[in-house]
């Protein structure tokens, strides 16, 4: 397993924008997918998106398509979710993810490794 910490949470008003990191340690890192999720109160965990750490490819739900960017930061073993125009149904925790998978990782069951989750508030 890695660690993994999250920074970057915060409250935004709706149209906003946030950057959240994910920085992980223990391993290395180049077989890893970094997933990210979010979970509002009485509701799932809902993928968010993901990045295969080799090669950088990304993957999205349509919820977040064309708002939300990952990205990463090799050199210090850092994910990045980039938020733009943020909505107040976004509000929730988000979490950052780890585990090595040969596909599309898009449930929490994928993942054994999570980030501690950090709040997202978006006001209207």
């Known amino acids: 397993q890695v660690q993994l910490v999250e920074s970057g949470g915060g409250l935004v008003q709706a149209g906003g924008s946030l950057r959240l990191s994910c920085a992980a340690s223990g391993r290395t890192f180049s077989r890893y997918t970094m997933g990210w999720f979010r979970q509002a109160p009485g509701k799932e965990r809902e993928f968010i998106g993901a990045i295969r750490w080799s090669g950088g490819t990304t993957y999205y739900a349509d919820s977040v398509k064309g708002r939300f960017t990952i990205s990463k930061d090799n050199a210090k073993n850092t994910g990045y979710l980039q938020m733009n125009s943020l909505k107040p149904e976004d509000t929730a925790v988000y979490y950052c993810?780890?585990?090595?998978?040969?596909?599309?990782?898009?449930?929490?069951?994928?993942?054994?490794?999570w980030g501690q989750g950090t709040q997202v508030t978006v006001s209207s």
């Open positions: 993810a780890a585990e090595i998978t040969y596909g599309l990782a898009s449930l929490p069951s994928d993942y054994l490794s």
